[in-house]
């Protein structure tokens, strides 16, 4: 890892709903990678630049998502 600016950034998986956290640093050279879902597989951020992703986790909270609807499934019949 370079010795650039860290920044700790969240992201909330569009297919399932899950909140992760990375930390997030800036590199003097080109990186490119892509992190997926541990839950349903879906790429949950995909980059490329002069910064890179590491130490993903499971966010403990996550804030609210604005003008999105959390998709709920009801049993038939229900």
């Known amino acids: ?15 399932c709903g899950m909140s992760y956290t990375a930390t997030k640093e800036q590199h003097p050279d080109h990186h490119s990678g892509s992190f997926d879902c541990k839950v349903c597989g879906s790429v949950v951020h995909a980059w490329t630049g002069f910064y ?27």
């Open 1 to 15: 890892m370079a010795s650039g600016i860290w920044t700790t950034e969240y992201f909330i998986c569009t297919d």
């Open 52 to 78: 890179d992703f590491f130490d993903w986790s499971s966010a403990k909270t996550a804030a609210p998502v604005f003008g999105k609807k959390r998709v709920t499934h009801k049993a038939p019949g229900v």
